[in-house]
């Protein structure tokens, strides 16, 4: 499978716990971002980086959330502290390169659910 | 404010009908747009995209219309299928494809 993998497809946490969200893009894509969705919505862009480096972070909440994307392994969506307002599907894309008429390519997401 | 809007929420075709799903979008600098479709428990696919500076493009049994004058996107879909059920969301691109903007998305329903 060539496509962006995230993992794990469901992580169940308890409020004050943290929760890590992976990301692997597609081969040959060096560019990612992720964005949340809740139930009926659409989704919210998060934060862009490349290899790492974080490129755009202007939708990522100030506190509480972070992410990385190493130059080796996946790219980290961290949520410290988890709050029930936390629970969405949270999705990964990636792109081979940045410009205005790059697709990005979606993995099928995480569903974070806070109990 | 700035924002990537739909006409119909839901929309509710039949098997064999073309479907005809609409976008608004604000910004007269977005350049780049993307539908995608999204089933249920699965990420968004990508579609067809458009650039700006075209008014149509077609895909296999996709075609997409954009109209800068009143800046509006639509999708159609020519004999839609039951596979074609889905969450149907358009995309503009904004900042120099940093991200993407996303509309509501509508819900595509296939009666048999």
């Known amino acids: 499978n060539a496509g962006v993998m995230q993992n794990p497809r469901h992580l169940v946490r308890r409020r004050g716990q943290e929760a890590r969200l992976r990301c692997s893009p597609m081969?040959?894509?060096?560019?990612v971002y992720w964005y949340r969705q809740l139930p009926e919505e659409g989704l919210k862009f998060m934060v862009y980086l490349q290899k790492e480096n974080i490129i755009d972070e202007s939708g990522m909440p100030k506190e509480r959330f972070s992410a990385e994307f190493p130059k080796e392994g996946p790219s980290i969506l961290r949520i410290q502290q988890v709050v029930r307002g936390d629970s969405a599907a949270y999705f990964c894309a990636s792109s081979r390169d940045r410009g205005p008429d790059q697709p990005q390519h979606f993995g099928d997401g995480t569903r974070l659910s806070i109990l | 404010g700035e924002s990537v809007g739909l006409h119909l929420p839901t929309l509710s075709v039949q098997e064999g009908d073309n479907s005809i799903i609409n976008c608004a979008y604000s910004?007269?600098?977005?350049?780049?747009f993307i539908w995608y479709k999204q089933e249920s428990g699965k990420g968004p696919q990508f579609i067809i995209d458009?650039?700006?500076?075209?008014d149509k493009r077609q895909g296999q049994r996709v075609t997409v219309l954009l109209n800068k004058t009143v800046k509006h996107l639509s999708l159609q879909i020519a004999a839609t299928q039951p596979g074609d059920s889905a969450v149907y969301f358009c995309a503009e691109n904004r900042n120099y494809g940093q991200n993407f903007v996303f509309g509501p998305g509508t819900r595509l329903s296939v009666l048999p």
């Open positions: 081969k040959g894509h060096s560019h």
């Open positions: 458009i650039r700006s500076n075209m």
């Open positions: 910004n007269s600098a977005s350049d780049y």
